[in-house]
Nanobody
Framework: QVQLVESGGGLVQAGGSLRLSCTAS????????MAWYRQAPGKQRELISR???????GYADSVKGRFTISRDNAKNTVYLQMNSLEPEDTAVYFC???????????????WGQGTQVTVSS
């Protein structure tokens, strides 16, 4: 089994910064793409950033230039540095990872439990 645990959420004033972390643990052969999603109240969950195992990255327009995704493959950890936060960034942030548990096994899709980010105006 694979577990994803997020940390780093909290309450911050507009213009402030937060850094989210997400670590995958358990029986892991290889972690492929890792990503961050968010879900605001009353809205659908949206993909905001993704990073491949070779560190290629992509960002939603709403966070481009303010958020930076990175990863530490040795630690199976993905980070999301969030700067210039706005009240519209308030949401539950979820980590997602594509994980292969065996060299000849399938790639599974795993989610963290979510961490709340609240940005006050």
């Amino acid at each position: 089994q694979v577990q994803l645990v997020e940390s780093g959420g909290g309450l911050v004033q507009a213009g402030g910064s937060l850094r989210l972390s997400c670590t995958a643990s358990g029986s892991i052969y290889r972690t492929n793409d890792m990503a961050w999603y968010r879900q605001a109240p009353g809205k659908q969950r949206e993909l905001i950033s993704r990073i491949t195992s070779s560190a290629r990255t992509g960002y939603a327009d709403s966070v481009k230039g303010r958020f930076t995704i990175s990863r530490d493959n040795a630690k199976n950890t993905v980070y999301l540095q969030m700067n210039s936060l706005e009240p519209e960034d308030t949401a539950v942030y979820f980590c997602n990872a594509d994980v292969q548990q065996r060299w000849n096994g399938p790639v599974g899709d795993y989610w963290g439990q979510g961490t709340q980010v609240t940005v006050s105006s």
